[in-house]
C-alpha cells in the first residue's frame, strides 16, 4: 500500500511517499481503507518535533503520521463484535500513540471508532474526530460546562473552537467567541451569542465574571483569560502546560483550572460526536481539501494559523 513517511523531523520536505506492507490486524482491530484524513496542528507540531510526543514516536519505523480517519472497513480482528466488513466508520486512532494514519490502509482498535453518519461525507467525518473529541472533553471531562454559563472561546473559528462553539450551545452555555473580523460572520452562524475582535478589543477590558474559558493561545492570553474568570471558575487551556505565575493566581482565584488537556479515544464519546453529527447538532466545516499527494501543501496550510475549520485530504 501507499503511505506517507516522515523522514526525519524537520520541514515539509521530510514528508515522502513509499510503498510499504499493509498491516495486519491484532484480534480487537478492524482493518480500514481510508477514504479521508484530517490534518490537526499536532500533525505539524510532531513532524517538525515542536511537540512532546514526537519524543515518544522516535522508535517507531517508518513513522506514519495522522490520527484522525473515516473510511470503510475491510477486515475484522475475532474479538471485534460491534463492527462488519463494509461499514463506514470515523475515528482518532492510537492517540497519543503511533496512529499511522497517512496511509491507504489503517488498523485500528475498534473502541476507537464509530460508524460514519450517513447525512455525512468520509471528509467531514475524518474532520470530526480530534478536533470535535478535544471539545467535547474539555467541556464534559477536564472541565464541566453548566446550562448558562458564559463561555469564552478564543481562536473560535479554528478546528477546535468551531466545534467548541456548537458543542457549548448544545450544552446549554452562552458563548462568547474571540477571533479574527473576518471570521465574525463564521462564528456567529456557528450560534455564538457575542463575538469578540482579539485584533481590535482588549478582551480583559471589556469581559468579566466569565464561568469557563477555552484557551488555546498561551502566553500572557492566559493570564487575561485567567483575569476575567470569576472566583470558582473553570478554565481549560490549549496547548498544555502552565507557568508558575499562572499557577499562583489561579490558585488565588481558587479556580478549577486545567492546564494539561490531551485528548484520547474514548468509545462513548466518538459515539457522542456521531450522534451530534448524525443530528444536526454539530457541523464540520472544511475549510480546504487536498488530495492524497498534497500532503506538503495541507502541512503548509496548517502552518499559517489560519485555517477556517478543518483541512482534509481525500484518498482515491
Excluded at 515518544?56 to 475484522?76: C, F, K, N, T
Excluded at 466508520?89 to 488498523?107: C, I, R
Amino acid at each position: 500500500m501507499k503511505a506517507i513517511i516522515l523522514n526525519d523531523f524537520g520541514g515539509v520536505e521530510q514528508l515522502v511517499y513509499k510503498t510499504v506492507e499493509k498491516p495486519i490486524i491484532e484480534p480487537q482491530e478492524v482493518l480500514i481503507k481510508v477514504k479521508a484524513i484530517s490534518i490537526n496542528p499536532v500533525d505539524v507540531k510532531v513532524r517538525a518535533r515542536l511537540a512532546p510526543l514526537a519524543e515518544q514516536l522516535l522508535d517507531q519505523q517508518p513513522l506514519i503520521l495522522g490520527w484522525d480517519i473515516a473510511g470503510e472497513v475491510v477486515e475484522v480482528g475475532g474479538d471485534v463484535t460491534d463492527f462488519s466488513i463494509r461499514d463506514q466508520v470515523f475515528g482518532m486512532v492510537n492517540f497519543p500513540k503511533h496512529g499511522a494514519g497517512y496511509a491507504q490502509y489503517v488498523a485500528a482498535p475498534s473502541e476507537h471508532l464509530a460508524h460514519k453518519p450517513k447525512n455525512i461525507t468520509y471528509g467531514q467525518a475524518a474532520a470530526s474526530a480530534l478536533a470535535a473529541l478535544t471539545a467535547w472533553q474539555a467541556f464534559t471531562k477536564y472541565g464541566k460546562l453548566r446550562p448558562n454559563d458564559r463561555l469564552l472561546i478564543h481562536a473560535a473559528a479554528g478546528g477546535v473552537g468551531h466545534f467548541a462553539i456548537q458543542i457549548a450551545k448544545y450544552l446549554g452555555a452562552y458563548v462568547i467567541a474571540c477571533s479574527s473580523l473576518k471570521n465574525k460572520d463564521f462564528v456567529l452562524s456557528l450560534g455564538a451569542n457575542q463575538y469578540l475582535d482579539y485584533q481590535n478589543t482588549d478582551f480583559e477590558a471589556v469581559l468579566t465574571d466569565i464561568d469557563f474559558v477555552l484557551e488555546s493561545i498561551g502566553g500572557d492570553n492566559t493570564i487575561k483569560s485567567i483575569n476575567v474568570l470569576k472566583p470558582f471558575g473553570t478554565l481549560v487551556k490549549l496547548p498544555s502546560g502552565e507557568t508558575n505565575k499562572e499557577l499562583e493566581i489561579a490558585l488565588e482565584k481558587s479556580l478549577h483550572a486545567c492546564f494539561f488537556m490531551s485528548v484520547y479515544a474514548d468509545k462513548h464519546d466518538i459515539n457522542q460526536i456521531a450522534d451530534l453529527l448524525a443530528k444536526g447538532i454539530i457541523k464540520p466545516h472544511v475549510d480546504q481539501t487536498f488530495g492524497f499527494d498534497q500532503i506538503r501543501q495541507a502541512h503548509l496550510a496548517i502552518e499559517t494559523g489560519r485555517t477556517k475549520g478543518k483541512i482534509i485530504i481525500e484518498i482515491d
